[in-house]
């Protein structure tokens, strides 16, 4: 009904219109469909109504000035004026009340007495059966199916709320077959009908503000829920709106599994669900890890010593989906199974046993991981090698992961991807013992000969942080590779050192944010020259002395010429700069005030930063930072791949792998664009520069490739598909010790003879 005060008029004609008590009448009251006609309602709705294979969940909403003017069981418009006086010939509206749980099972006995009468009375609802095969049967019983279909279009037409305000369905011509019902199903329904809408109404409750108004004398015909029509096989959607940022967004869910307490499941179980028969013994309940199966005996469906089963989920050769999918669900999420069972045991769940959980994910989830990232992996690799024989530049970037935040690191991660499109190539894990000596070039050398080797990529420029090692290995063994260094790993070793300094000398505390963005201009323009990158960097020691322009003032080469000789006789740096001649900042003017003070030559700040800018092993690293390539994208994804492997927990060899390909296939999926959902601009605090910045944030959908995953590995359980997958070969190529610390456990009694009381 239309608001009474902001739409007196039309509140009137509705009034009018419907010819019921005054004090039956509010906002709230609901009209049926059928009382309006087609042209009542939007042309828009009515076109994705005709779009679509189902109406459900779509607002077919009414005109602004609609108002009720057709008759229910004639189809008919009326033709009286409208008026603002009481009608004289108001009916009563029809008010629906809960049911108690006494009268269902009175109703449930009646029906099973009719079902069970061996001739139909002539006043039964059940008197009529239209089915041409159930024709001149006289004793004719439903099937299982009937009866289950029977008993769930009840509970579902007793829970479905009604419309409210103006928002109704226009009448069709056939509301069966839209709820996705055959032509051949219709007579079926028919004939169940009276007890059905009975039962309906005893179990939904109604205000007297919301009861529909409609002819009383009218018998509509029950059109099963759209949902449940195909047995149970389509999804429930939730929807959800939510208010964030001044916006009213709206999210869907699929809800394939309900939470439901364990003594109100049990309420069901007084009725058979097949047959509608009472259950005469108690049911009896079974778990088989989150699976509940309850065995019950019926008076019609089990005979002696015999009973009925009835399962809480889908089996397939002899395994319950839910475990399976629960089990899966847990671990790609990045949940931890010892932090979900204690959730389990604190709801009082029935819970997954460790041993049971590790079956289930090695047997379903791990081989479906592994050949995901397998067939990624394949098709990366052979566009880098076909790439590297046309003779373009390929790019790759390493940098290793530890799976401890200190120096007791059981695993190492060294991860391969590439700087055109950031997507993870491969990856090389190790664990300690398996190789003597250091873990991060051991676990270097294990992807790197994977990809160059038996894969065939000839990789012209890798960049890494400034490891030595990698970088000697490289250098000597791969002279068609070309080593640069991060650029980010220079800057933050430049910092690192430009802080420490600052703390006794104030100077260099005021001057360090502008050293450090000279080192990233340098390095973005000198155009790939290693030389004129140091000439750059290096003529920072005169900016900050008020010496712009060199090529004038000779004195001030040859101060620095100096205090090179007085520092250390053997330092090659600064040599002399030629390529540059003065700084290419603007115009600074005699005399213009500055906020940071000028360093003096003799001050012992400017020998102290002198020392810093011309260290010989950091201005020769410098020179690998020439053509202005980093890692910064492959640190992102170490922070991501932290969310399936936290540094604060322990894994087995196997499941680093299988998590490491799953982190792996996410990265590469997101760099491709295709699950971005959105792009924003937000303000974060940077500890770097003590401060709020703005930075991007991409919003990406992670959800959609792990329900697919999902779904495959329940359509390989239902099939019995076991797939194989093998680590030796390429992962694990040594021995894992059982230990990485190299020492067998002693027994018990040894180690309470070692136990010595201080007392």
């Not at 199903?185 to 007890?195: D, F, G, K, L, M």
């Not at 049990?266 to 509608?276: A, H, P």
């Not at 020998?607 to 930072?625: G, Q």
């Not at 992670?702 to 992962?731: C, G, M, P, R, W």
Request: contains cysteine; proline residues 4%.
């Amino acid at each position: 009904m239309p608001d009474p005060e902001t739409k007196k008029e039309l509140f009137n004609k509705w009034k009018s219109r419907i010819r019921r008590n005054p004090e039956d009448i509010t906002k709230n009251t609901v009209i049926c469909s059928e009382h309006f006609s087609e042209d009542d309602f939007r042309q828009y709705d009515l076109e994705n109504v005709n779009r679509s294979e189902s109406v459900d969940r779509i607002w077919i909403r009414l005109k602004p000035d609609a108002v009720p003017n057709t008759d229910r069981t004639t189809g008919e418009k009326r033709a009286f004026p409208f008026s603002e006086e009481e009608p004289a010939d108001y009916r009563k509206g029809r008010k629906r009340v809960r049911g108690d749980i006494a009268y269902i099972d009175q109703l449930v006995a009646d029906n099973m007495t009719v079902l069970e009468s061996s001739s139909i009375d002539t006043d039964s609802p059940l008197k009529t059966h239209n089915s041409p095969e159930h024709s001149g049967l006289v004793n004719y019983q439903p099937t299982e199916n009937e009866m289950c279909d029977r008993y769930i279009s009840v509970i579902v037409s007793a829970d479905t709320d009604n419309d409210k305000g103006v928002q109704c369905s226009p009448p069709t011509s056939n509301s069966s077959t839209q709820a996705g019902m055959s032509t051949s199903e219709q007579p079926a329904v028919s004939y169940i009908a009276t007890a059905e809408e009975e039962m309906a109404e005893c179990l939904h409750l109604e205000d007297d503000e919301d009861s529909e108004i409609c002819d009383e004398d009218s018998d509509e015909e029950y059109t099963p829920h759209a949902k449940l029509s195909d047995n149970g096989k389509a999804k429930v959607i939730r929807s959800t709106r939510m208010k964030s940022h001044g916006k009213e967004n709206s999210k869907e869910y699929t809800i394939s599994w309900v939470y439901v307490n364990i003594q109100h499941l049990l309420l069901l179980f007084s009725f058979c669900y097949k047959c509608g028969s009472r259950i005469t013994e108690p049911v009896r309940t079974r778990f088989t890890g989150l699976a509940l199966s309850i065995d019950y005996v019926c008076e019609s469906c089990t005979t002696v010593n015999q009973y009925s089963t009835w399962n809480s989920s889908p089996r397939s050769n002899r395994q319950f989906l839910i475990n399976v999918r629960a089990s899966c669900s847990l671990m790609v999420s990045g949940l931890r199974f010892q932090s979900v069972q204690n959730y389990w045991h604190l709801m009082e769940f029935p819970a997954l046993s460790g041993p049971r959980f590790q079956k289930l994910i090695k047997k379903w989830l791990f081989p479906a991981i592994f050949k995901m990232y397998s067939e990624n992996k394949s098709s990366i690799c052979s566009r880098l090698r076909a790439a590297s024989k046309l003779g373009q530049k390929v790019i790759l970037c390493g940098d290793a992961q530890f799976d401890s935040p200190g120096y007791s690191a059981k695993f190492c991660t060294y991860t391969l991807m590439t700087t055109e499109t950031n997507e993870v190539v491969d990856f090389g894990l190790i664990q300690k013992g398996q190789f003597i000596g250091g873990l991060e070039h051991q676990a270097f050398l294990q992807v790197w000969l994977t990809i160059v080797e038996d894969e065939g990529i000839v990789v012209t420029d890798f960049v890494m942080d400034r490891q030595a090692t990698i970088a000697k290995i490289i250098t000597d063994k791969y002279p068609e590779t070309e080593v640069s260094f991060d650029i980010w790993h220079m800057g933050k070793s430049l910092g690192k050192r430009l802080q420490a300094a600052g703390k006794t000398h104030k100077k260099i505390k005021l001057w360090h944010k502008s050293i450090d963005r000279h080192l990233w201009y340098c390095c973005c323009n000198c155009n790939g020259d290693p030389e004129l990158l140091v000439q750059m960097f290096h003529s920072c020691l005169l900016h900050v002395t008020n010496c712009h322009n060199w090529e004038t003032d000779v004195d001030a080469l040859v101060k620095l010429e100096e205090i090179r000789q007085s520092i250390s006789i053997k330092r090659p740096y600064p040599q002399k700069l030629t390529t540059i001649k003065k700084c290419r900042h603007p115009h600074i003017t005699k005399g213009e005030n500055r906020a940071i003070p000028w360093f003096n030559v003799e001050d012992e700040d400017f020998e102290a930063l002198f020392k810093i800018v011309t260290a010989t092993r950091f201005t020769n690293d410098l020179k690998r930072c020439c053509k202005f390539l980093h890692t910064g994208k492959l640190e992102s994804f170490h922070s991501m791949k932290l969310l399936y492997l936290p540094k604060l927990q322990s894994f087995e060899m196997e499941t680093m792998i299988i998590l490491t390909m799953l982190a792996a296939y996410q990265n590469n999926l997101c760099v491709k664009g295709g699950n971005l959902l959105k792009t924003y601009v937000t303000a974060a605090y940077s500890r770097a520069n003590k401060g709020y910045v703005l930075k991007n944030k991409n919003v990406y959908d992670n959800l959609s490739f792990k329900k697919a995953l999902l779904v495959h590995i329940e359509q390989n359980v239902k099939d019995n598909v076991v797939l194989t997958y093998d680590l030796q070969e390429t992962y694990i190529k040594r021995e894992v010790p059982k230990t990485f610390h190299g020492q067998s456990a002693p027994s018990k009694e040894v180690l309470k003879a070692k136990n010595k009381s201080r007392m």
